[in-house]
């Protein structure tokens, strides 16, 4: 099964990469018989829902999940029916709990990104069952030039685990707000990831700034 990524989002297309890396991605991906993760039409998503001039908060994942079903194209976040919650979100959602007293009803992200959060993988795609198989594909200079297209004002980035704040320095400027921490995975949560409470950090620097604070906990529900 092969894929082929879709057009570039309207309002990044103008990054460099999309001209220099993704045709030689696009072939390597063509040519692979491997089931792709998310579907093709998803590859982009997280960039789709967030225009550079609407992203407020930038939350770096790596790859996305290898289950079929589960990714959709934002980081950390999958589709509204799947239980049990991968094992990272459900860190993710114990430290909202403490931090802000409610977490959201699934693992649904997208009223994030509706937002401004941009939950960006620094892979975009992924082998079915097989995690990081595509971690070196050259999807990672598609994240130094967002990130440095984003320095272009003050912004909250969200930089858990090594991996994340490798990136950190593709980041320009003074006035962000940079939060680093352990990686919300079993392995690492437990070494100050629990008790860093960036959500509402985040928040009280956008309060701080004029802004408006990001609704973490409760998609709102559509009109009757």
């Known amino acids: 099964m092969s894929v082929t990524p879709p057009t570039p989002p309207k ?8 001209a220099q890396e993704l045709p030689r991605i696009a072939a390597h991906l063509a040519q692979s018989d491997a089931p792709v993760l998310p579907p093709a039409p998803q590859i982009f998503a997280a960039l789709e829902a967030c225009p550079p001039q609407a992203t407020r908060v930038v939350i770096l994942g790596q790859d996305p999940y290898p289950t079929p079903g589960h990714a959709h194209g934002l980081a950390f976040s ?12 459900t860190n993710i959602y114990k430290e ?8 959201p009803p699934n693992g649904d992200l997208r009223f994030w990104a509706e937002q401004g959060v941009l939950l960006l993988n620094t892979a975009l795609t992924v082998e079915a069952g097989k995690a990081g198989a595509h971690a070196k594909l050259g999807w990672s200079s598609l994240t130094e030039q967002v990130l440095a297209a984003l320095s272009n004002q003050p912004r909250a980035f969200l930089l858990w685990g090594a991996h994340a704040q490798g990136f950190a320095k593709h980041i320009a400027g003074p006035d962000h707000l940079i939060l680093t921490s352990p990686h919300p995975s079993p ?6 990831f ?15 700034g004029g802004q408006t604070p990001i609704n973490w906990t409760t998609p709102e529900r559509p009109a009757p």
């Not at 999958?78 to 979100?89: F, M, T």
């Not at 960036?198 to 309060?207: A, E, G, H, T, V």
Request: aromatic share 12%; no cysteine.
């Open 11 to 18: 309002n990044w297309q103008h990054l460099l990469f999309f």
């Open 78 to 89: 999958v589709e509204p029916d799947v239980r049990p919650l991968p094992r990272s979100l």
């Open 96 to 103: 909202m709990q403490e931090d802000l007293g409610a977490i």
């Open 187 to 192: 392995l690492s949560a437990r070494r100050g």
């Open 194 to 208: 629990f008790g860093s409470r960036p959500f509402s950090r985040i928040n009280d620097w956008l309060k701080d």
